[in-house]
């Protein structure tokens, strides 16, 4: 079946500092999602990219959309504490599951 | 304001036991999803429905059922819990021909 692999599985940064996590598969799609879980909480929508090469913009958060279709990276600018969580890559093909990566988990150091 | 819920947040249970986990949704979405979360493996697909008396196995379903009477409601049943059913389970939903998914809060079972 399709699977996204997901790197790195956790990161330990200082504040302040950038963050760059990428998401790779055998299978192409058309929409590459990109979900933040909160400790507690569900996972929720950050980024939505529906284009080959499109890159995306939210507050402190860029995504893209590999040209190939078969990947896609986030990049958190200047990290803050309210950024620790885990960050899911999604996959879909219209009218299909949505297929998840195992998830980059955020801690930042004091 | 539409939202997503599910009941009971925590549950402690013994093997053996059914189990019953409720998912509620107020968007009037077809798409239904439970999810369990263990650590090291993400976020893994149990069973999902695309509309009422429909129901579809995911990758991890052995030991789970759902059913699906009305569009709000997606109950999710251990017949029988095992240890290692012990896991966070969440419930999602998501509009036809959209692909964002919208999770409910989560549901942690403990299996002793």
């Known amino acids: 079946g399709q699977q996204l692999n997901q790197s790195p599985q956790s990161m330990f940064i200082q504040e302040g500092e950038d963050v760059s996590m990428n998401c790779t598969s055998s299978?192409?799609?058309?929409?590459w999602l990109w979900y933040k879980q909160d400790p507690g909480e569900g996972p929720v929508l950050l980024i939505a990219?529906?284009?080959?090469?499109e890159l995306t913009s939210n507050g402190r958060l860029t995504a893209q959309f590999g040209i190939t279709r078969k990947d896609s990276f986030l990049n958190i600018s200047a990290s803050i504490p309210s950024d620790v969580g885990i960050y899911f890559c999604?996959?879909?093909?219209?009218?299909?599951?949505?297929?998840f990566g195992k998830g980059t988990r955020l801690h930042i150091l004091p | 304001d539409a939202e997503i819920t599910q009941s009971p947040r925590h549950k402690i249970t013994e093997t053996g036991r059914q189990v019953t986990l409720a998912c509620h949704q107020t968007w009037n979405h077809n798409n239904m999803f439970w999810y369990r979360q263990d650590l090291g493996h993400g976020l893994r697909l149990i069973h999902y429905?695309?509309?009422?008396?429909?129901?579809n196995k995911g990758e991890v379903s052995d030991g789970y059922s759902v059913s699906r009477s009305n569009t709000e409601d997606l109950p999710l049943t251990l017949e029988s819990a095992a240890s290692s059913q012990t896991s966070v389970y969440f419930c999602?939903?998501?509009?036809?021909?959209?692909?964002?998914?919208?999770f409910g809060p989560g549901t942690r079972l403990t299996v002793l």
């Open positions: 429905s695309y509309g009422v008396q429909d129901t």
């Open positions: 990219l529906y284009k080959a090469g």
């Open positions: 299978s192409i799609f058309n929409t």
């Open positions: 999602a939903s998501r509009e036809d021909r959209g692909d964002e998914q919208f």
């Open positions: 999604a996959g879909a093909n219209r009218d299909d599951k949505i297929i």
